[in-house]
């Protein structure tokens, strides 16, 4: 994935300045700009905080796996 250096520096000058709370900043700032409907600077932001999240050694949130239709979980808990 090509990384553009716009995001680079923002991201890099937010983890240098403000360590571990660059990522904190960088989400605060997307989700402003998803509540503005503002989708070509909310696509900025997700990447600067993926890269401050990187940069800061934070580990990213893991994805949430599919729930088992609940007739699947039924059946395990009867046995």
Not at 32 to 50: S, Y
Not at 58 to 71: D, G, M, N, Y
Request: aromatic share 2%; hydrophobic share 50%.
């Amino acid at each position: 994935m090509k990384t553009d250096l716009d995001i680079l520096l923002v991201a890099t000058r937010l983890v240098e300045e403000l360590g571990d709370d660059a990522a904190r900043l960088a989400k605060v700032k997307l989700v402003e700009l998803i509540a503005a409907n503002n989708l070509r600077a909310a696509a900025f932001w997700r990447d600067v905080l993926r890269l401050c999240e990187e940069q800061a050694g934070i580990k990213a949130p893991e994805v949430l796996q599919p729930r088992s239709p609940a007739t699947d979980q039924g059946k395990l808990a009867a046995h």
